[in-house]
């Protein structure tokens, strides 16, 4: 949560001291001031906090203070506090868009009320800017790339969890991007100030889960020569990711079960409860439900993690994101170890799109980086086939949309991005050209001769 500020303003010091001393006990950040003119200098769309000052003041009054406010952030909670006399000018204050008024003498319990309000109001209003400007489509497409469908899916059920507080179950194979999805609900949420914590369940000795999730005590057991906290505990007001969920021993379950449910854990050797506050992000490569009707897996653990859940999909059911994917890749690793990145064929290129990507992007980035490197992607399996056959598989629309892309890229390549030789090459209009580019998603390369376009 954002940290909760005030800006008081009043010429006399007694009230400015009392109201001052008030907010801080409150748990206010507050800034005081004598002359509306320093708060309002002070004050830009970037505050976080509220306004509180008296509206009869010299020089600069309460309703200016209040004009320039709004121009700068119309979103800025202003509350006046006005004299019996002022109520005409409160009333028009409050038309221009103040938040609030308070009659002196006032209320305590009415103006703790207003302030809570306002201040509540303020964050929702600044957390809601920071989630708008994290999450607009070049945010969610510079870190998970591709131009599919299915890619695009993914990210809009990203941008609209990432919003939200709810736990999420990812499902998706070895290195097709669960920790990059679960990083993105993270960091793109309300908890990104918070710890992301990435618990690989596999990686966990039996012996040791406990002491890794829990935390403990000095001289727990043996070895435990210091207090630690445990993951659970490090992740509160942040988001736990649980990866390879489903290969957690199943005592080791209903205390994270028990652990979720009280939102509270208790480190090994110890009998005090400490209060948690995370966000639960569990991934798997096989199907929970499954898995708990058969009994490996608790069901109620299951149904507490499965609010949502996410199937993220294999490269080779998004074969069209591979060039990008590649081309990505590897000019992120020639930038890296300070090397021209060296041409790939259009044969090449084929079959990285043919293959069956076991390890998915994961695998694909090795590839690439190799290439980088000066290896070139002959590492494929020996004796892969470079066929159609896997093309064949799929759908009529997305075999003539990946036949039709990997003629106008081998066009575009031949002619070194010169578009009036694809043109004459293909023999279709400019426009139509244009128009199957953008639709699937082909970039043209710079051209080798610009006076020729």
């Known amino acids: 949560m954002l940290e909760r500020k005030a800006v008081f303003i009043d010429d006399e010091p007694a009230m400015r001291e009392a109201i001052?001393?008030?907010?801080?006990?409150?748990?206010?950040?507050?800034?005081?001031?004598?002359?509306?003119?320093?708060?309002?200098?002070?004050?830009?769309?970037?505050?976080?906090?509220?306004?509180?000052?008296?509206?009869?003041?010299?020089?600069?009054?309460?309703?200016?203070?209040?004009?320039?406010?709004?121009?700068?952030?119309?979103?800025?909670?202003?509350?006046?506090?006005?004299?019996?006399?002022?109520?005409?000018?409160?009333?028009?204050?409050?038309?221009?868009?103040?938040?609030?008024?308070?009659?002196?003498?006032?209320?305590?319990?009415?103006?703790?009320?207003?302030?809570k309000r306002a201040s509540e109001k303020r964050q929702l209003v600044m957390e809601n800017r920071r989630l708008q400007n994290a999450l607009p489509g070049d945010a969610l497409r510079n870190r998970i790339l591709g131009t599919s469908r299915a890619i695009e899916r993914l990210r809009e059920d990203i941008a609209e969890l990432a919003a939200t507080e709810v736990s999420v179950i990812l499902y998706g194979e070895t290195g097709a991007g669960k920790d990059l999805v679960a990083r993105c609900l993270h960091d793109l949420g309300r908890r990104?100030?918070?710890?992301?914590?990435?618990?690989?369940?596999?990686?966990?000795?039996?012996?040791?889960v406990e002491s890794e999730m829990f935390g403990h005590e000095a001289g727990a057991f043996t070895g435990a020569t210091a207090r630690r906290a445990g993951k659970i505990e490090y992740a509160s007001g942040g988001t736990l990711f649980l990866d390879e969920i489903e290969s957690m021993p199943l005592a080791m379950q209903a205390k994270l079960l028990r652990v979720l449910q009280?939102?509270?854990?208790?480190?090994?050797?110890?009998?005090?409860?400490?209060?948690?506050?995370?966000?639960?992000?569990?991934?798997?490569?096989?199907?929970?439900?499954?898995?708990?009707?058969?009994?490996?897996?608790?069901?109620?653990?299951?149904?507490?993690?499965?609010?949502?859940?996410?199937?993220?999909?294999?490269l080779r059911e998004r074969r069209e994101d591979i060039p990008l994917l590649f081309e990505f890749f590897a000019s992120r690793a020639a930038r890296e170890h300070n090397r021209?990145?060296?041409?790939?064929?259009?044969?090449?290129?084929?079959?990285?799109?043919?293959?069956?990507?076991?390890?998915?992007?994961?695998?694909?980035?090795?590839?690439?980086?190799?290439?980088?490197?000066?290896?070139?992607?002959?590492?494929?399996p020996q004796g892969h086939a470079t066929s159609t056959a896997l093309l064949d598989a799929l759908p009529l629309t997305q075999q003539m949309e990946a036949f039709e892309r990997r003629i106008i890229e081998r066009a575009l390549a031949d002619s070194g991005g010169r578009i009036s030789d694809v043109i004459e090459r293909l023999g279709v209009p400019r426009r139509t050209l244009n128009e199957k580019m953008a639709r699937l998603g082909i970039v043209r390369p710079a051209p080798v001769d610009a006076d020729r376009q």
């Open 340 to 380: 021209d990145r060296p041409p790939i064929s259009t044969s090449a290129m084929d079959e990285l799109i043919h293959y069956q990507w076991p390890g998915n992007v994961r695998e694909l980035r090795n590839v690439a980086e190799r290439h980088a490197l000066g290896f070139g992607v002959s590492i494929l």
């Open 20 to 115: 001052s001393q008030w907010l801080a006990v409150a748990g206010y950040e507050v800034m005081a001031f004598a002359e509306a003119e320093k708060a309002a200098a002070a004050i830009d769309h970037r505050f976080e906090g509220i306004v509180i000052t008296d509206l009869r003041m010299p020089r600069m009054n309460g309703l200016e203070l209040l004009r320039r406010i709004l121009a700068v952030d119309p979103d800025i909670p202003v509350i006046l506090m006005t004299g019996q006399g002022d109520i005409d000018s409160a009333v028009a204050a409050m038309r221009m868009g103040a938040y609030d008024f308070m009659e002196k003498p006032f209320d305590p319990e009415r103006l703790a009320e207003a302030v």
């Open 192 to 208: 990104a100030k918070g710890h992301y914590v990435a618990v690989n369940c596999t990686a966990i000795p039996e012996t040791m």
């Open 262 to 314: 009280e939102k509270s854990v208790e480190r090994l050797g110890s009998n005090t409860l400490i209060p948690i506050d995370l966000r639960t992000v569990a991934a798997a490569k096989s199907d929970l439900r499954a898995a708990s009707e058969k009994g490996s897996f608790r069901s109620d653990l299951y149904f507490r993690l499965s609010v949502v859940e996410l199937h993220i999909p294999p």
